[in-house]
């Protein structure tokens, strides 16, 4: 069964500390593996996909890295902004589940001033 | 360039009651998918919708149905509320088959009470 795990399931930085937030997933033919960042009560919004082992993503902060097994996410000197849960989600390469996303229940990133 | 958007924003229910939600996807995007997502919780798949066809569907019961329109906006609709349907009702685009990245709406806050 395809599962995403996702930890830890909270995380409190200071303003400036760097840290990762980290993916294991179980998937029978990775097809992609997406980042996610949600505020509450809002939708998610998009950050990053990663489709093969040994690829990394980067944007501002946050750069996304892939492995066979797992996915991190690294952020860089965070700031208060950065305040908000994280998702990752796979898509399975399989006909059958073709296109649905399997998604981790997430992490909450708390940065404080 | 409008994203995804959804309507209504907020919905309170009574137990046995019946609602739809409706769905636009992001200009360009033709494929339609419906998450919900529970408090606490990752967004787990209802179903997918295609070319006015359901493609794919999650675990989710029968009193979850929906609709694809010629002009590709959708509907969720459940039947027979329960109070385990309270949830964040998510819907996502994404353009033409290529259902890798899938861009999300800002969600339809359903209370059953």
């Known amino acids: 069964e395809d599962q995403v795990t996702q930890s830890p399931e909270a995380l409190r930085l200071q303003e400036g500390e760097s840290s990762s937030l980290n993916c294991s997933y179980t998937?029978?033919?990775?097809?992609?593996l997406f980042w996610y960042r949600q505020d509450p009560g809002k939708g998610p919004e998009f950050l990053f996909t990663?489709?093969?082992a040994g690829e990394e993503k980067e944007k501002e902060r946050l750069k996304a890295t892939l492995t066979k097994k797992e996915s991190f996410l690294h952020i860089t000197a965070p700031k208060p902004e950065d305040s908000a849960t994280y998702l990752c989600?796979?898509?399975?390469?399989?006909?059958?589940?073709?296109?649905?996303?399997?998604f981790g229940r997430g992490t909450q990133l708390t940065v404080w001033p | 360039d409008a994203g995804v958007t959804q309507s209504p924003t907020h919905l309170i229910k009574t137990r046995g009651q019946q609602v739809t939600l409706r769905c636009s996807p992001k200009?360009?995007?033709?494929?339609v998918s419906w998450y919900q997502q529970a408090l606490g919780q990752g967004p787990q798949f209802i179903f997918q919708y295609y070319e006015e066809e359901e493609r794919q569907r999650g675990n989710f019961p029968d009193r979850f149905s929906g609709h694809q329109f010629p002009n590709y906006s959708s509907e969720l609709n459940v039947n027979a509320l329960l109070l385990g349907d309270s949830a964040l009702y998510l819907c996502a685009s994404s353009p033409l088959d290529s259902t890798y990245e899938q861009y999300f709406g800002p969600g339809t806050r359903l209370t059953v009470t």
């Open positions: 200009s360009g995007h033709d494929t």
């Open positions: 998937v029978s033919g990775l097809r992609g």
């Open positions: 989600a796979v898509q399975a390469g399989r006909g059958s589940t073709l296109g649905r996303l399997y």
């Open positions: 990663l489709y093969s």
